[in-house]
């Protein structure tokens, strides 16, 4: 496994890190979860990734039976969580970016995960509705209390992330260290336009999500006889939509065919482009099924394969590459 700096922090992720949104607690046993995390920790993989939203506080449940029961060193992992979406639509004050919600989202991810702190809390949306300052002073007061280690955001514009760093020098407090977006070869304006400045000047790191596009760029949509997939669960009917796009299906069509001729699988091919980003600190990978992880957890030994005229190939099929103006 390659060990990489969360941005300027002094933090190091495993390069290929573990989430759990959909699966935990939702989509598969918790059975295979606890598979799932010990074939990953046993890879090298120490960051693990999660969110008071999913599957409505379950995954963090689960999840923390896991991490009891393994009796890892706490030392030896690197936990998130993310606050905004609330684990239930119970009324006012149990979503959004509030200091009430940001302590009281803290202090319920911590008991639902059975640890003392988190090492990454990410504000999961920016909150139109809570001034930037309320949210910085909560993170803060949290960094202050031991609670968490290191906070970020996810999907937050670039100006977002600014004005929370400018408001954190403001006031001496701890600006956001690491931002979590998603970036895979049909996403990418974020990681590759909007964030620049923000890694250049203020060496933030980034934790990626949906490498494979909801499974995707594993190819496996443009093949005949998918089923048991995500797409299919209950209230994923915007995912399918999302995902079952004929461009997009067109794209992994023909990128399957680089893939083939490289001998290589998709899912792999598709994963080592993201790592192939330097701003990338850890691209997090999702799994319903054992196999899935073995075999995306093999990605680093594929890394040599995406020579120039590869990377050129892959830009020429996908059109995806944000255009950046000139100076
Ligand atoms: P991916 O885009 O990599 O999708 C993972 C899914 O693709 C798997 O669950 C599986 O789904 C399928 N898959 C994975 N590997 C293979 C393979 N080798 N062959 C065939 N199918 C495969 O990542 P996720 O969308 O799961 O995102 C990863 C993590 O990022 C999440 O768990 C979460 O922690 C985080 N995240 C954060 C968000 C945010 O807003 N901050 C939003 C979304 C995710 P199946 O078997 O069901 O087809």
């Known amino acids: 496994m390659e060990y990489r700096r969360l941005g300027k922090s002094g933090l190091q992720l495993s390069a290929l890190s573990l989430g759990s949104w959909l699966t935990f607690g939702h989509q598969i046993s918790d059975q295979t979860a606890d598979e799932l995390m010990g074939i990953a920790y046993d890879a090298g993989v120490n960051f693990f990734d999660n969110a008071e939203g999913y599957a409505a506080g379950k995954s963090e449940l689960v999840m923390g039976k896991i991490i009891k029961s393994k009796k890892w060193e706490r030392e030896s992992f690197v936990l998130s969580s993310k606050v905004f979406f609330g684990t239930e639509n119970k009324g006012p004050n149990r979503m959004g970016l509030s200091r009430k919600h940001v302590i009281e989202g803290c202090n319920g991810a911590l008991q639902r995960l059975q640890v003392d702190y988190l090492d990454l809390y990410f504000c999961h949306r920016p909150d139109k509705n809570t001034p930037i300052e309320e949210t910085v002073w909560a993170m803060n007061t949290l960094l202050q209390q031991g609670k968490i280690l290191y906070w970020g955001t996810s999907e937050w514009s670039a100006s977002e992330i600014m004005e929370a760093i400018s408001v954190a020098k403001q006031y001496h407090l701890i600006g956001p260290t690491m931002e979590q ?106 799994a319903s099924k054992t196999a899935q992880l073995k075999e995306n957890l093999t990605t680093l030994e594929v890394l040599p394969l995406l020579t120039e005229q590869v990377m050129t190939d892959i830009e020429d099929i996908m059109q995806t590459k944000p255009h950046l103006p000139e100076f």
């Not at 070869?185 to 490498?211: A, C, D, H, Q, V």
């Not at 004929?246 to 792999?268: F, T």
């Open 181 to 286: 977006p998603q970036y895979n070869l049909l996403e990418r304006n974020k990681m590759e336009k909007e964030y620049l400045l923000l890694f250049k000047e203020y060496g933030l790191g980034t934790t990626i999500w949906s490498p494979l596009a909801s499974g995707l760029l594993s190819g496996k949509y443009t093949k005949a006889g998918t089923k048991d997939t995500r797409l299919e669960l209950k209230g994923m009917e915007w995912l399918k939509d999302a995902v079952l796009n004929e461009e997009k299906l067109k794209k992994a069509e023909k990128l399957q065919g680089l893939a083939d001729q490289l001998n290589v699988s998709l899912a792999k091919l598709s994963l080592a482009w993201c790592l192939k980003n330097p701003n990338v600190s850890t691209v997090i990978l999702g």
